[in-house]
Structures are given as C-alpha cells and as structure tokens.
C-alpha cells in the first residue's frame, strides 16, 4: 500500500521559514514524481512543486520561485521543501503526493495518484 506522511508544519511569522517534509512508502516504482500542492480555504488545489526522481528535475510555482526549495533523499524515500521568507499568502494546508511515470504537467494535481493527509502552514503578518 502506497503511503505518504507529510510533517514539518506550524505557525510562521512572515519572513520566517518552515521545512515540509514527506516520506513515502510503499511503492517500488522505477521513475515517479513526487510533487507538493497547497490549498487554502475556498480556493483550489495548487501545485507548488515537483521532482523527478530518475533525473533530479525540479519544478516550481513562480509565486515560490527563490523562496522555496525542493529537494530528495532517495535512500531515505523523503522529500524536503525548504520554505524561506514565508508570506501570509502561503497559508494552506500543505500536502505531497507521487505519480509515476512523472506527467507532462508536473504541477497539475490532477496527474498524480497518490496523496498524503496533508500539513497546516500558518504563516501571520
């Protein structure tokens, strides 16, 4: 059974950081990508997000763009996103999920099968 667990969120000053991270389990997939989406209340699903495991590619929202990092251990099936000078804007429940093989549309949750129950960031102005 494919597992995802996210962990790392809490209440953020802005400017302030936080460290997202999701450990899978329970897939054995040669090339997948994982991804992190956030949604904040009465608006939709975005994506954040994305690596490829195989190559290492990586992808992102612009409005995230410099401010947040992700990044994998492979050894460890975790995936980390580094999330630095926090706005309020970026309040959403945070959640990782994993397809394989990864999608064209890397950052389009609607390509990925699998979703982990998700983390609160709170970030306060």
């Known amino acids: 059974e494919v597992q995802l667990v996210e962990s790392g969120g809490g209440l953020v000053q802005a400017g302030g950081s936080l460290r997202l991270s999701c450990a899978g389990s329970?897939?054995?997939?040669?090339?997948?990508?994982i991804g992190w989406f956030r949604q904040a209340p009465g608006k939709e699903r975005e994506g954040i997000s994305s690596i490829s495991i195989s190559d290492g590619r990586t992808d992102y929202r612009t409005s995230v763009k410099g401010r947040f990092t992700i990044s994998a251990d492979n050894a460890k099936n975790t995936v980390t996103l580094q999330m630095n000078n926090l706005k309020p804007e970026d309040t959403a429940v945070y959640y990782c999920?994993?397809?394989?093989?990864?999608?064209?549309?890397?950052?389009?949750?609607?390509?990925?099968?699998?979703w982990g129950q998700g983390t609160q960031v709170t970030v306060s102005s």
């Open positions: 999920a994993v397809v394989t093989p990864p999608p064209r549309r890397r950052l389009d949750p609607y390509e990925y099968d699998y």
């Open positions: 329970g897939f054995f997939f040669d090339d997948y990508a």
